[in-house]
Antibody, heavy 119, light 110 residues
Framework: QLQLQESGPGLVKPSETLSLTCTVS??????????WGWIRQPPGKGLEWIGNIYYTGTTYYNPSLKSRLTISVDKSNSQFSLKLSSVTAADTAVYYCASYRYGGRMDYWGQGTLVTVSS | QSVLTQPPSASGTPGQRVTISCSGSSSNIGSNTVNWYQQLPGTAPKLLIY???QRPSGVPDRFSGSKSGTSASLAISELQSEDEADYYCAAWDDTLSAFVFGTGTKVSVL
């Protein structure tokens, strides 16, 4: 069974870049069955899709974040990463990584990591 | 602001049936499949229903999903205390070229 685990700094300063990594285990990150995705949830609010990546490097980004967003994959380490630039307090959220299948079926999720944007 | 609208809350007593609606448009629910996620307090979301009405292995058959036109519904029959959670619908939106989640519904067991 797939397992995903987020890692990265819990505190980022305004205007800096938020960087997170998701480590995949239990199946190959190069599996044709999955895309790999990022989702976030501001404290007390709902879920927001950030974007997906396929093992080939093909990406799909939320248009509202696209200008600040980079998602990449590192097949050798079974990891995929998120970089969000020029962050503000509005980017404070719990960030989840998840497997993503056709139609939006997200079967497996990481436990989530809280990232706070503050000076 | 989400393009998928859900009621903020729903409630019932143990054993009752609760239904949650998800209202969208032709560019999302009307043309793509709907998924439902359950989020227990302090935990990551869990896939409850995919492809409108399919249950992943391990999800009790008390949970069922349906879709008609530009709306979808999640029904929880035989409500139990452990069903207290937030529930989100989700679908791809062709106009936005984005995956969108519903506004979320908090289910309380009275």
């Amino acid at each position: 069974q797939l397992q995903l685990q987020e890692s990265g700094p819990g505190l980022v300063k305004p205007s800096e870049t938020l960087s997170l990594t998701c480590t995949v285990s239990g199946d190959s990150i190069s599996s044709s069955n999955y895309y790999w995705g990022w989702i976030r949830q501001p404290p007390g609010k709902g879920l927001e899709w950030i974007g997906n990546i396929y093992y080939t490097g093909t990406t799909y980004y939320n248009p509202s974040l696209k200008s600040r967003l980079t998602i990449s994959v590192d097949k050798s380490n079974s990891q995929f990463s998120l970089k969000l630039s020029s962050v503000t307090a509005a980017d404070t959220a719990v960030y989840y990584c998840a497997s993503y299948r056709y139609g939006g079926r997200m079967d497996y999720w990481g436990q989530g990591t809280l990232v706070t944007v503050s000076s | 602001q989400s393009v998928l609208t859900q009621p903020p809350s729903a409630s019932g007593t143990p054993g009752q049936r609760v239904t949650i609606s998800c209202s969208g448009s032709s560019s999302n629910i009307g043309s793509n499949t709907v998924n439902w996620y359950q989020q227990l307090p302090g935990t990551a979301p869990k896939l409850l229903i995919y492809s409108n009405n399919q249950r992943p292995s391990g999800v009790p058959d008390r949970f069922s999903g349906s879709k008609s036109g530009t709306s979808a519904s999640l029904a929880i029959s035989e409500l139990q205390s452990e069903d207290e959670a937030d529930y989100y619908c989700a679908a791809w939106d062709d106009t936005l070229s984005a995956f969108v989640f519903g506004t979320g519904t908090k289910v309380s067991v009275l």
